[in-house]
T-cell receptor, first 114, second 113 residues
Framework: AQSVTQLGSHVSVSEGALVLLRCNYS??????LFWYVQYPNQGLQLLLK??????LVKGINGFEAEFKKSETSFHLTKPSAHMSDAAEYFC????????????FGRGTSLIVHP | SAVISQKPSRDICQRGTSLTIQCQVD?????MFWYRQQPGQSLTLIAT?????????ESGFVIDKFPISRPNLTFSTLTVSNMSPEDSSIYLC??????????FGSGTRLTVV
């Protein structure tokens, strides 16, 4: 079984401030982890993913995330928020073996203030 | 990564009618997923569709309500049957591409009146 918890349904930051979106997972086997972004009236776009190897993963648009096994976390960060980062962000987990079906978190809405 | 063309992008339908949503992928893929995303909510998996076999439905979703076709490795349809206002939602198709994660269509925004 696997699950994802995203802490905070809404996160509000000022433009230029650090972005931190939290994601904790549970998985009975080593996980594959994903962050997706969804802009209004659009589908989901992959920001970054962790499968194996380096635990610090860099993605598109300046985002990165670090897989911390001991904390079962995969938090998403960006050093400096832009207005264009305002969107819904989803964390997802998939087992590294067996089922290919991912489990998505409830999503975090990022609000960026000028 | 694959590109998915999903149609229609939006529709307003009368209750009791049916709507068929199409997803065309620009490359062959084994597994396709269909999701429902209700306003302000996360994604709920409806079913998994593999070519050449019947779709596998998640708990709470039945074939009579959401029939799925998967005639080949690049195409799938989801029909929302006998619609009610509770079916108003965004419907998304997705494919599994290990090297690129899961790729999504742009979604179908359905409103049932």
């Amino acid at each position: 079984a696997q699950s994802v918890t995203q802490l905070g349904s809404h996160v509000s930051v000022s433009e230029g401030a650090l972005v931190l979106l939290r994601c904790n997972y549970s998985s009975s086997v080593p996980p594959y982890l994903f962050w997706y972004v969804q802009y209004p009236n659009q589908g989901l776009q992959l920001l970054l993913k962790y499968t194996t190897g380096a635990t610090l993963v860099k993605g598109i648009n300046g985002f990165e995330a670090e897989f911390k096994k001991s904390e079962t976390s995969f938090h998403l960060t960006k050093p400096s928020a832009h207005m264009s980062d305002a969107a819904e962000y989803f964390c997802a987990v998939r087992a590294s073996g067996g089922s290919y079906i991912p489990t998505f978190g409830r999503g975090t809405s990022l609000i960026v203030h000028p | 990564s694959a590109v998915i063309s999903q149609k229609p992008s939006r529709d307003i339908c009368q209750r009791g009618t049916s709507l068929t949503i199409q997803c065309q992928v620009d490359s062959q893929v084994t597994m396709m997923f269909w999701y429902r995303q209700q306003p302000g909510q996360s994604l709920t998996l409806i079913a998994t569709a593999n070519q050449g076999s019947e779709a596998t439905y998640e708990s709470g979703f039945v074939i009579d309500k959401f029939p799925i076709s998967r005639p080949n490795l690049t195409f799938s349809t989801l029909t929302v049957s006998n619609m009610s206002p509770e079916d108003s939602s965004i419907y998304l198709c997705s494919v599994d591409q290990f090297n690129y994660g899961y790729t999504f269509g742009s979604g179908t925004r359905l409103t049932v009146v």
